[in-house]
Every structure is written in structure tokens, then in C-alpha cells.
């Protein structure tokens, strides 16, 4: 019987990178029947950052307003991601507003 098989560690994913997400940063309002919240970090790049940043270091991209630093600076805290490419801009962060009358609808609106 071979014993090898047992005996190895399991196999860790490949280390590459650094990668380089560029994409939207909102700030996301949600209204729902069972609450609201507001000011929820939203957007793709947050997001593509995160689920990146699990294999390789992460360099983001983009543009996000002013409001939205301290959220992505708490989300990032325990993760590779570097935000020196980030623009800060003095406006305020995209806002998706979106309200769920029920659970099975949704009406969403995009302002600035």
C-alpha cells in the first residue's frame, strides 16, 4: 500500500501576480422589506479586489470620492490590496439606490 498519498499536504493554489483590478466603486443604498441599509461599499472592483486578493497581491484601480476611503481602507485592512493607484475625488462616491418592494422585485437607481 502506498502510504505517500496519506502522508501529503494538501495543495496550496499557485502564487501569481500581482494583479491589477481596475472597475466601479459605490456606495450602495438598499431599502428592503426587512430593513435599510446606506452607505454600503459596492461596485465591482471591491469585490474583484477581495476575491483576488485571497491568491495574489492586488493592485486596484479606479475612482472613488471622498466618502468611500475610510470603507475601503477598513474592508482592504487585513488583505494585499494596494490603493496608491486609487484617484480620490473631491465629489461624492456613485450611489446606487435600490429598493426591493418585495423580495422577488426591484426597482434601482443610479445618481451621482
Request: proline share 6%; charged share 20%; hydrophobic share 40%.
Amino acid at each position: 500500500m502506498n502510504d505517500r498519498a496519506t502522508t501529503q499536504a494538501p495543495r496550496k493554489p499557485p502564487v501569481i501576480g500581482p494583479v491589477t483590478i481596475a472597475g466601479t466603486i459605490m456606495l450602495d443604498d438598499t431599502t428592503s422589506p426587512v430593513g435599510k441599509e446606506s452607505g454600503l461599499l459596492g461596485g465591482s472592483a471591491p469585490y474583484a479586489a477581495l476575491a483576488a486578493a485571497r491568491y495574489c497581491p492586488v493592485r486596484l484601480v479606479g475612482v472613488a470620492g471622498a466618502d468611500a476611503l475610510d470603507k475601503l481602507q477598513a474592508a482592504f485592512a487585513d488583505c494585499d490590496i494596494d490603493l496608491s493607484d486609487l484617484t480620490i475625488s473631491r465629489e461624492l462616491s456613485f450611489h446606487e439606490v435600490t429598493v426591493h418592494e418585495d423580495l422577488d422585485g426591484r426597482t434601482a437607481l443610479i445618481r451621482s
